[in-house]
Structure formats: structure tokens, C-alpha cells
């Protein structure tokens, strides 16, 4: 297997702990349900490492004594992620989860000194780190959602009940388990607040590459971090892999500069393709390599059904591959045709503005609209330059952009700007002053819905003889950077839902800005045809005739 190399233990670990687990716990389902649950070598790779001790671990340390603070393993669809958290929690419910000092050689564990009548006893080798298990555990299973959970927890029942942990754990219930030692198993999701603020001494957190901000489960995770650090526990994340456009609790993980967080990602080689059938076999029997209970044929099936319709999703789930999620938001090909040389902003002509500015970070552009022709250009823009390096100091030239806006108003008719007004409160409020409220409009783009309708209709207007634009470098390359954002914000027409524009990632250069200007002033545009701005002035006063 390719990475039997990676898989070599040169450091002192709880074997102990695996080597209980597969002497109690049992397999939950199949024909095999209640055989002997064997750990496949990612399994055991990821609890070796989980419960590495390190090698100046003193008797009495918890969480301490273990050279990694918590664990990270990101596996594709049904490799048996939730089985193996399964046996993860046994472990630290009843098992030897803890750093018991370092063996002398001829010390043992003893199921009978345990409560647990199995009959087995596993003797340590000198100098090997001793388990033992926790006086009080406290698991909490979590997930975004009951369905996740039960992912998990409809897994550990049968893992206790058909095996000899039944002698330990007589009752599993529907909604927790209780443990000796006034412990318990509990399943939680963000809904669960007053729990989740509790004691914790374990947190198998489960798919952390949906626990997105917008779904609470990032403070979720601190929570339980705080919890654990104050109780000396540790937490595991299980997930497929994420979309790094999203800022999950899996991604801020997996980007963490911290050298005390495990992590567990294979992956294929970069080169081959998922698109390409040959090539997404190879990466399968990569990702799901140890697996073996995995039908390559089916997982093949499946992801091509995806790709049809979701690729990105596909290469993530079956792949194992952090591919950015959402699509390009608007077709760049199709964008690229509407470029004219036959228009451009003359002076006087009746323009409309869209400006959205940051202040060192982000792109600031100032975007006209001819309103009666729909061709856009740009008429003021600031990027950070490239080759700056990432502390360097940059700032927007404020002066430049004031007299970009004060050389709009001053060549053309313009009827409305639209602005938005973070970072730039003051500007806005001086323009308004300048050229009038009704002229210079405070435009959220942080207000979803109406961004999203704004969206919506500038997508719809990018076609030819409705849309046209100058070609302009800055402008065309923002419209191709913009990825889809999902909301679950529905069009009324159709029902679909609609989206927000976004860069591929928080932290990525390519920026966006202009494309929001874009949009901004293409919404004013709208709105000036729809107040009559391009109704010719009658000819003949009624009066007259
Ligand atoms: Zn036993």
C-alpha cells in the first residue's frame, strides 16, 4: 500500500487502547454484525497517533501527558468513519483513554480489576506508557444535525449491545448513555446550548467541514474546546472533505499553524484527474486504500451520478480532494464576448455608479453604467499590488478615489450611485452632500437578500444586446473570480434559491470588488429605466396645443 511508510510507529502510544478496542468492541452491522471489530490500518494509524504519549509524560498529566492536543481524520464517503468514532468513544468510556505512567514491564490490565468479566488481560513490555480509563466520562457525540449524529450513535449501540460491553454498559438509551462513574454519552447539536457550555472529557465532532459560521457550530467548537481544556480532555473531527471557500471548523483545523493537532488526510496524487474515469479509479483506490469493506464499482457509480450534477461536491466526497464548492457564479466565456469597441462613456451622456470599497485588504472600484446603452466601465480602481508581501503596509489612496467620484459627477449626467458604505462612511456622506441624497444611496451588499436579488438580475442581464462592458483588465478578471455563495434565500418566480458572490476563499488574493461595483451600478441602472430616465421629455407642452 502506498503509505505503508507513513504507517510505521516509532513512538511510545497507548497500544493498550487499540488492543482493547478490538478485543471489546464489535462490528454494528452487516453479516459480520458482532464479530470482533479489527482496526484497518487508517483506524489504528489515527488512534495510535490520537493516544501517542509524550516521552516526558509524568503519572497523573490527562490531556498533557498526549503529544497531540486533538485529532483531525478526513476520509471520503462510507471509508467507515462513523465506526471507527464509534470504537473511539468505547474507548474512552470504559477503556484505558488515559497516560497511566510508564510500565516497568510485567504490569497488567486485567478486565476483572475493570468490572468487566471478558477474561482479557493485556501485559505491558518495560517502558511502555500503562492506560487507564476515565473516573467520570463525559462524551459528547456532535454534529449540525440530530441525522449526523445518529450517524454515530446508531453505530455505538450495537457496537456495546451485541459485544462483551454489555457486561459494562447494560443500557444504551435512545437519547444517551449512561456510563459507570456518573458518566454519560450524549448526542448534541448547536440547538443544544445550555448542554454544550457542560464538562466534557471527550468531543468526537463529526462532519466538522459543514460546522461553517453561518451555522453557529464554529463557536460550537470553542465552546467545546474551553469545556475540554478545563476537564484535561481532548476532541477528535471526523469529516469529508470541505469546501475551502467556507471557513469550516475542518478547514480552520487543517490551517492552523499549531504543531499539536493530528491530522489524517490522504490524498492522490494532484496530477490525475477526477474527471477522467481511468484516473478518479486511481484516486478511489487511494483514498479508500484499507478500506476493504469498500465496493470500488458502487463508490465509482455514485460519483459519477454527482459529477453530473455537482462535480465539485463529487471530487470532495469521494475524491477526498478540497475542491471550492460553489461554481463560478457567472460564465466568464460569455462575460468575455460582451466587450465593445463601439461605445464608450461619452461625456454628458446619463450614467449610473456602482462603488465598492475597502481600505488595505480587498480591491476598491468605481463602475459606470451608460443607462441607456447598458455598457459599463470602469472610472477608478485600487488594488494591492501583487508583489507586495503580506505584512506589508498598503492603504487605498483615499484622495484619488474622492476625485475619481467628484470627475464622475463633474463629466456626465449621472442619476444615481450606489455605494457601499462600510469603510467609507464619511466619503459617502460628504458625496451626498456634495451631489444630494437621492444621488449618492447607501448600498448594503452585506444586506443577503438584496444582494442576492441584485445577483440574480445581473446574471440574467449578461447577454448580448442587454449588457456591454469596455473590456476593462480589472473588471473582467473580478467577474471570473466570483464563486457562488448558496443562501436559502428563494426566488419567488421559479423557487430556486438564490446566491451571494464571494472569493474562493477568505484569505485568497483574488479579489472580487470590481464585480460588485459591477452590480451596484447595473441595480441603479435598473432602477433609472424603471423611474422613466430614458422617457423623452414631451415635445410640446399639453398646454400649448
Ligand atoms: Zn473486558
Not at 497507548?14 to 471489530?37: M, N, R, S, Y
Not at 454628458?348 to 443607462?371: C, M, N, Y
Not at 470602469?378 to 498598503?394: H, S, T, Y
Request: charged share 25%; aromatic share 10%.
Amino acid at each position: 500500500m502506498a503509505e505503508a511508510d507513513g504507517f510505521v510507529v516509532d513512538f511510545p502510544t497507548l497500544w493498550v487502547a487499540t488492543d482493547w478496542a478490538q478485543a471489546h468492541c464489535v462490528i454494528p452491522d452487516g453479516f459480520e454484525k458482532g464479530d470482533p471489530f479489527i482496526l484497518v490500518d487508517w483506524q489504528l494509524w489515527s488512534l495510535l497517533n490520537f493516544y501517542r504519549v509524550r516521552p516526558e509524560a509524568k503519572f497523573g498529566q490527562l490531556a498533557p501527558a498526549f503529544y497531540y492536543r486533538r485529532g483531525q481524520v478526513v476520509l471520503p464517503q462510507k471509508a467507515g468513519k462513523a465506526p471507527y468514532s464509534s470504537a473511539h468513544i468505547c474507548i474512552e468510556a470504559v477503556g484505558p483513554a488515559l497516560f497511566a505512567g510508564w510500565a516497568k514491564g510485567g504490569e497488567r490490565w486485567d478486565c476483572r480489576d475493570h468490572g468487566c468479566g471478558c477474561g482479557w488481560i493485556y501485559e505491558y513490555r518495560p517502558g511502555e506508557p500503562m492506560g487507564r480509563s476515565w473516573p467520570t466520562p463525559l462524551i459528547q457525540i456532535t454534529a449540525t444535525s440530530e441525522d449526523q449524529t445518529d450517524n454515530i450513535y446508531d453505530a455505538l449501540r450495537p457496537m456495546i449491545d451485541s459485544g462483551p460491553l454489555h457486561e459494562l454498559i447494560p443500557k444504551t438509551g435512545e437519547e444517551f448513555i449512561r456510563l459507570p462513574g456518573n458518566g454519560e454519552i450524549a448526542a448534541v447539536t448547536s440547538n443544544a446550548r445550555s448542554r454544550l457550555g457542560q464538562r466534557v472529557t471527550f468531543c468526537p465532532q463529526d462532519e466538522t467541514g459543514l460546522w461553517t459560521p453561518q451555522t453557529g457550530m464554529v463557536k460550537v467548537a470553542e465552546t467545546q474546546r474551553r469545556g475540554l481544556a478545563g476537564m484535561g480532555g481532548r476532541a477528535e473531527e471526523t469529516t469529508n472533505a470541505w469546501d475551502p471557500g467556507e471557513g469550516s471548523v475542518a478547514q480552520r483545523t487543517a490551517e492552523s499553524a499549531t504543531g499539536d493537532i493530528f491530522r489524517y488526510h490522504p490524498q492522490a496524487p494532484a496530477k490525475l484527474s477526477y474527471k477522467n474515469k481511468a484516473e478518479r479509479r486511481r484516486i478511489h483506490r487511494h483514498v479508500y486504500a484499507g478500506s476493504r469493506w469498500v465496493p470500488l464499482d458502487a463508490i465509482e457509480a455514485e460519483a459519477a451520478e454527482l459529477l453530473q450534477t455537482d462535480p465539485a461536491q463529487a471530487e470532495r466526497f469521494f475524491g477526498n480532494r478540497l475542491v471550492a464548492g460553489a461554481d463560478k457564479a457567472f460564465d466568464l466565456e460569455l462575460y468575455k464576448t460582451l466587450e465593445t469597441e463601439d461605445l464608450q462613456l461619452e461625456p454628458g451622456r446619463l450614467i449610473t455608479l456602482g462603488f465598492d470599497g475597502s481600505l488595505t485588504r480587498d480591491a476598491t472600484g468605481l463602475v459606470a453604467t451608460d443607462v441607456e446603452h447598458g455598457f459599463q466601465d470602469v472610472l477608478g480602481k485600487w488594488e494591492r499590488p501583487p508583489e507586495l508581501a503580506e505584512d506589508d503596509e498598503w492603504d487605498v489612496p483615499i484622495d484619488e478615489v474622492n476625485e475619481a467620484v467628484d470627475q464622475a459627477f463633474a463629466t456626465y449626467d449621472v442619476w444615481r450611485m450606489n455605494a457601499d458604505p462600510p469603510h467609507y462612511r464619511d466619503d459617502l456622506n460628504r458625496w451626498a452632500g456634495n451631489y444630494g441624497s437621492d444621488k449618492v444611496v447607501e448600498w448594503w451588499t452585506n444586506n443577503r437578500r438584496q444582494m442576492a436579488f441584485a445577483l440574480r438580475d445581473f446574471k440574467t442581464d449578461m447577454r448580448p444586446g442587454v449588457m456591454s462592458h469596455s473590456g476593462d483588465e480589472m473588471l473582467v478578471r473580478h467577474i471570473g473570480n466570483s464563486v457562488k455563495r448558496p443562501t436559502n434565500i428563494r426566488d419567488e418566480d421559479d423557487r430556486s434559491f438564490l446566491w451571494l458572490i464571494g472569493k474562493a476563499t477568505a484569505k485568497s488574493p483574488q479579489k472580487i470588488d470590481l464585480a460588485m461595483a459591477a452590480v451596484l451600478s447595473w441595480i441603479a441602472r435598473g432602477a433609472a429605466i424603471a423611474a422613466g430616465a430614458l422617457n423623452p421629455p414631451p415635445k410640446y407642452d399639453r398646454a400649448s396645443w
